[in-house]
Each structure stands twice: as C-alpha cells, then as structure tokens.
C-alpha cells in the first residue's frame, strides 16, 4: 500500500519504471487510483479492466528486459497453466504467424514409410537426396533400395556384406555402372532367373534339351499357325486345288481337289497299305530334320500314295454346289515381320484411324475400361505365336504420362511398379530385338518434357527395345505425331531408315493427317453414331454372320441330308476307327487326309458305266442344293427349265423355313400349354402362328404339283396353271398380312410381359433349325416370296412365246400377283406412315392429336421465322430480323408450324432440337408468295393463313425451291378433294 507517497515494499521500484509512463506527482494527487495495487476489483468491471491493461503493460515491459532462457521458462510456465481452449487458441495464433508449409516427411512419417517414398526415385535422384542432410543420406543408401536395381540389370554382389556394413550396394551399383558391365532386364532374367524365379543353374544337357524342346514348340506353333491361315484364307471345302506337278489329280470338271499338298506338310510318312484295308497312319517329326535320304524316301512314298491321294477331296468338294477357281495357299509367314498397333477406343474418330491402317499391321482395338491382363490376352490372340517388328501406342495422355487404361497411366513413377512391369515385360516377349531393328513408337508427345523423356529411358531400359515418341513441335488436335520424332535411347539404327514421322508405318499418310486435324470434330459425329447406332450395328453384324452361316449350311453344304448320308457316314467311321488305334497330336488333320484319300479309291473302284449315270443323274433335275447348278441356256427353252427349277429350289427354302417356324416355336409352346406349364395362352399362339400353318398347307400342295410338272418336264410342260391354282387361294396371305403387325405386336407385348417366353425366344431364336434367323425375321418370309413370286412369273413370260399353251395361265397368274404386290405395297406404306405419325407426335411437344382420317406426312423442313418492322415499305426494300426458329411440318391437309428450340451440350460441339407446337393452319386455306431475293433478306418465302401470316427463310435456296413445290402441290391437291 501507499503511505505519504512513498513506494511499499510491494511496489515496483522507480528504476524499474524508467522509460515508462509513470509520474510521482500523479500519484501523490491521485491517491484513488488502482496503480500498483494487488487488489482486484471483481465486482467493478470499469476498474477491472483498467487494472488489468495496466498490469498487462507491466509484464510486457518486463518480458522485453528479459532473456531468451527467462522468455522461454515464462511461456512454459504460463502453457502448463492453460486449459485446452486456450492451448488451442495458442495454436491456432501460432500457425496463423507462423504457417507450417514445409515439413521434412523422413522426420515426421515411420522410417519404412520414408524408405517405400524413396523406393519410386531412380538412382540418379536417390544420389541428389543423399546430399540433402546426413539423415536423408542414411536412407538413401540402404541395402533395400539399391539391391533390387542391381539385381534387374543382373549385378550381383561377389561377397556376402557385413551386419554393420553400409552402403555395400550402393557402391556396387556405382562401380558396375562405371565399368559399364549392363545387362538390360531380360537378358538378366535369361541369365540369372528373376526376384521370383531364380535361375536354376542348368548343366549343358539340360540346357540342350531345353533348347530341343523350344525348337519343337516354335515348329509346332508355325504348324498351327499355318493351318489357321490356311483355313482363314482360303474358300470353302473342297475349293482348293493341287499343283501342275502332283499326280493322281482329279479331272472331273467342277471337282477340284484339295490344295492341301505333301510339300505344304512336314515330314509326312505314308506306310504301304494292305489291300482291302483302310488303315492309315500319319507320323509327324516336328523336332528334327529330315536327312536327304529320309527325304528321298519320303518323297518316293509320296509319290507312290498320290493317286490316292488326290481323290478324297470328293467327298469335300461335294458340300459344295458349283465349281471354284484354283486357289493356291499363300506363304503363311511374310518375308518381314508385322508391325503391332494397340489403339484405344478412348482416343476420338477412332474408326477413322482403323480405316487408314495399312497391310501387314496388326490392329488391336482394346477397351479403355479393361485391365492389363485382359490386353495381354487380346494381344496374345492377335500376335498368334508370332513376332512383331515394332510396337505402335495410341492411346489418350500428354507430354509427361500416357493413359493406356482408366485405372492404369503410364508415366515414370508407374512404370516400375510390379504390375506394370510384367506387363511391358511380356508385351514386348512379342517384339523382335532391337538388333532386329524392334523397338515402341508412342503416339504421345513424351519427349517434349523432362518427365516424359526420363519415361522414355526407363521404359527402353526395361524393355531393351528402342522407344521413339513425338518432340511436339506442332500444335493442334494430334498434330504433333506428324512431327519430328526423337530417336531411340537403346537403337538408332532405325532412324535414318524412317525420316517420315514413324507413325506412317502404320497408319496411311493421307488418312492420319486427316484424322489428326480435325480428330475433335469427326468425334462428336461419331459419338452420336455410336449412342444411336453402335448397338444396332453390332446386332445387325452378328445377324449377318449367323444368316451366312445358316445360309452355308443349310443351302450349300445341305445339313439335313449330310447327316443321313450312307458315304459319308460310312468313311467318317472309319477314319474314327483308324484314328483310335493310332497316337495322332493332330487328329483333325489326320482326319482330312484319311476322308482324301478314301475318295480317292471310291472314285478309282467305279467304272466308266457309274460314271455315265452319275453324269445322267447330273443333269436330271433333283431338290438337292448340289444338283441346282445352272448352266448357260442356248433356247428359251433352257431358260425356262432354268427358271422353273430355281422356282421349285426357292419354294423348298421357303418351305423349309415355314416349317422351322412350326416345330421349333409352335410345338413346343402348344406342348407345354397342353403339360399346365404354358408359356403363351391359346390365344396369343393363335394369333402368332396359326396364319403360317395355313400358308404351308397351302405351298405344300403348290409345292408337290410344281414337282410332278418337273419330273416330266418338257418343251410342252406348263406351270401357269399350278400359278393359277395358288392364286386363286391368295386370301390365307391375306389375312396373314393384315394380321402380321398385330402378330408383331403380340410378340413384343409378350416378350416384355411375360419372362418364360422371353426366355423361350432366347434359346430357339437364330439357331441351325431356324436357319439362324429370328421369329420376327421368318414371319416376313410370306411377305418377301410375293415379291419372287412375281420375278419368277416375269422371267418364264419373257420366256414363252404367245403361242405356247403356258403364255395364257402366266399373264393371268401374273397380273393376280402383281394386283396382289400392290396390296402388299401398299400395307407396307401404311404401316410406314403410322410409324412416322407416331414419331412426329412424340417429337412436337403441346401438339393436338395428328393420327386423324388419312393423315400422312410428306415433308418436313427448317427455318427462320422473320419479322420486319414496317409493313408498309416495299419487299425489295424491307428490312427482316431473325424472331425465332421454327419447324415446318407439312401433312397431306394441313400444315404444323413449331417453334424450334437449339440446346447445345456443354464443352462439346453436339446440339439437339425440340418442336414446340406454335400454330396449324389447313391447306385449302394457305397462300404462299415468294419474297425475292435482295441485299436484306435472302431465300425467303410468306405463308398466308386466314388470320396471320409467317415469313419464314431457309438456309439454301434449293431447299426453299423444294419445300415450295412440295407445298403447291399438297395445296393443290387438297383444293381438289374439297371441290
């Protein structure tokens, strides 16, 4: 306390003041004040607060007279005092001044941690960061790190490293590289094994074996290789012919034997056969080479056999239904090795890429969205046991990484990893050396950055391969692949071969300098394709397939009969007896020359008595696809037997697939609705197929009379009145027709409503029993045979003379069936006009009903709705501005304007366009004027209603020319129908 103006002992001292606000004086006058005082006035908040800033003053001012020790024991004191809010707020203040932005990581994360951060450096950064601080070097030069980069270049330490030796090989690696002692990583993985597999350290036998064994598989993947290419490449059954040289050919005309020859066969040993006995044997020495007298003798026995052998390609070529030229079998393997391109379906206009890709280059168009393994089976498929000269990659990326999948980019840091690695690794297994002049073109402007070049070298490092990539020195879309392209870091011995960018070994110049200028803008017409079409495509693509295949087997190679045939039943048992005896790698070859030369000797045992009444029975007429070959006709006689016989081949077809609709879809749907297990109602399998039972009956009976005319066929014969008879029966094919759509239609409502049957179609649709075609696509079957119909009748017409007892029953049935095409046409048209209804009635929105009477569309068109602000000028003088868009949809008695609205895509080019109704107005109430042409307005037009009028304006003037005409025309003709 204060006593007569002197300082207690509880005071500060005046020395201590010095340099500060005090005054003795005020003190001394100022005896209420709170200065100095150790009381606290808690319950006066002015006094508090002022006592409180003073006190605050006065250990800030001692705290500046402090040491940096005292400071520091003050502000622990005072931090052990806190509470955690406080000590949060401390924090808080401490990173707001002091803001934490660089951190050593190998002093904050575990030490195995930081040891796996530095295990992605190469070793040339792992050098840099051991220079950081002592710490850092200490983990950079662990035994951990620097072991596995020794050991993929195949550099092993000579003697065992000590428990507190360090850096043993760090230094190893540093003095291997000095002495350039480098193995690349597969020569290392050839000598030493890898980290997975070590090397098993074989003797000279087991290496030479080894060596025999891969010899034989390279020789047997040729062989399978060959015969893949041959069955690839070549036509049907029995369409191959031998060589000028080889005996015992066939000289049948239209029965070339099989271009399968000894010399296309290695080492193929025929043993003299016993008489009466069919054995055979084959014997293939794939691993070692024939001596020149295993040769001779092999060729002598060849010889002897090959009369025999030349005929078996009849039973073969009999699948076949008309001869086919000589084909000879092309060299399997080219003279250079392919080139392998991976295209991504990520990258834009793709396709256009496809088409441009030049002979002899392997294209594999893999999905962005798989995985590694998934490429390198699809690769693996495309290279067939073969090796490629180069590797090509189009895949999206930039200047530093490349995204070869969606889960999987390709860049420095990456490329070690174990996944990765095995990948490149057995990628480029399929590669020729770089010796060879192999080596990977990237279609990625990697070498116009440090990281890209750096990715570059380590992937020609893994590899051994050269690795070339664009410099991007152009600009645009994907220009820079055409520019200058930086040279391999292992190989260079390419790049004066290739001073074009190497990207034209793939892919033709004029193609990709188009596909690299506007690759953007081809996309968005492409993407649109692909969403609407792509589905579509693909279907229809797998159809196709299946109705050729189906076409193949069921009209040339005749399954149905190949399957009851005596000969062929009787060799392919014996050859299967054969086989079984004898230990064959290749039984299916082995079974194709044993099927050669059993015909061989059924053609060498008949006489010239068989061969005459096979010829007779050749030219007779029989239903057999084999026997329907049509020679040149001389007459009008010919033309018609020619004719009639193509109308009976047809009708057996078209029989055959009307029938397939009755057993494979309506038995087996009536019997599990008679087994209370239905798939269908009896009402729905009546609507369906009931109509296709009654036109079989139908062309049954038409069928088996047109068969007995051309049994006794002659110049004399008619079949017009067999076409009169079916015509006068034409009502069952109409009431097919006017019930097909609501078959149809059942069809589809069944199929979503009910799951059995969906599941039913499922497995009976596009099968050999039906033809591979669908039931949708067999019901249009009746449809399509009006129109042969009428072909057929047109050509035996053109062909009987007016005298000819036939002319008069063909006019007649002709004219029927051409009344009845009409018919058919015109439902065809109605069914087209409902369709086109139905989508304009979904496209404009707000629109009234337009399915009313006979109403149909007949054009549609774009333009701009104009507008002027004085109608009082003149129309060459009158000025136009653009209101809006609008649609103009003309029906054959009114015309529809909409309001037409543009949306364009964010970030894309693609737009799309929606009808808003706007008005209608009828025909017969339309006038139309022309405005010409001047500097205002151009290609423009006025529709005049009863209330308002439109001037509306076309892009081009061809389409205004059109769209008037049209337009004149339906006026013209709805005036007509009013008066």
Known sequence: METNGNVTINSVKRWQLRGTDYEPQRIRSLRSETCFSTWTPLNNKTSNLQLFEERMNLVLHWFDLWTDRQRKHLLHSLLTRCTKSQLKCCRDLLIETVPVTQVDFTSVLPRFLSLYVMSFLSPRDLCSAAQVNWHW??????????????????????????????????????????????????????????????????????????????????????????????????????????????KGGSTQTGRPSSGITLSSWPSLSWPQRTVGSSSLCLSLDRGQPMTEAQSSERLQASSLSSERLSKASGVLSSFTSRPTLPHTVSPIYPTTPALLLLISNRIPAYELVLSGVKVGVMVVLYDHRGTLTALLAQVERAISGRTAQRLGLLAPGGTEEIHLLHSSSLSERTLLAPNHREFWEKLCGWIAPSEEGGGIDIFSSLAASASGVALIQTLSTLTGLEVRAPVGLATGSFQNILSEWSDGSVCTALSNQHPAAPALQFVCESVLHGWCRQAQWMEEALGELRGSLGPQLQRLSLQARGRALGHFLWERICLEELCVSKDVIEALTEGLTVLTRQEETRPLEFLAMFLKRWREEQEGEESNGEEKRRNKEADDFSLTPHSLQLELPQTALDWRGAAARE?????????????????????????????????????????????????????????????????????????????????????????????????????????????????????????LATHMLSLQELLLCPAWRIQEYVTLLQALSLHTHPSHPDHTHLCSALNTLLRFREFVQKLKRNSERDRLMEETQQMIQDCPNLSEGNRQLITTQDAALLRSPDEQIPDSLRTFEHVSDVGLFLFNDALVLTRRNVHHTPFTLAHQSTHTFLASVALASVAVREIAHSRYVCHAFVLEGPCRSWVCATERGEEREHFLSVLRSAIKAALTEHQ
């Open 647 to 767: 109308l009976l081949h047809s009708e057996c077809l078209y029989l055959g697939r009307l029938s397939a609709v009755l057993k494979v879809y309506k038995e087996p749907l009536t019997a599990a609705l008679n087994s209370n297990r239905a798939i269908l109602s009896h009402a729905d399998i009546h609507i369906v197929l009931s109509p296709v039972k009654q036109i079989l009956e139908l062309n049954s009976v038409f069928q088996v009379d047109l068969q007995t005319r051309l049994q006794q066929w002659g110049a004399e014969q008619c079949v017009g009145d067999v076409f009169v008879k079916l015509c006068s029966k034409l009502r069952v094919y109409s009431n097919y027709l006017n019930n097909y759509t609501t078959a149809l239609r059942t069809i589809d409502k069944c199929r979503e409503t009910k799951p059995p049957f969906r599941a039913f179609l499922k497995r009976a649709d596009r099968t």
């Open 137 to 246: 070097r200490i983990l950079a030069e662990q035994d951990c790190l620097w072991a596995s980069r020794c050991i993929a270049r195949g550099w092993f330490l000579p003697y065992t490293p000590g428990e507190k030796e360090f850096g043993a090989w760090k230094n190893h690696y540093v003095s291997c590289v000095s002495m350039l002692d480098r193995l690349t990583p597969r020569e290392a993985a050839e000598q030493y094994g890898t980290l997975n597999q070590q090397s098993a350290g074989m003797t000279e036998e087991e290496e030479e074996r080894r060596k025999e064994r891969r010899i034989r598989q390279m020789i047997r993947d040729k062989l399978q290789e060959e015969k893949r290419q041959s069955l690839r490449s070549g036509r049907a059954w029995g369409s191959y012919t031998k060589s000028e040289g080889a």
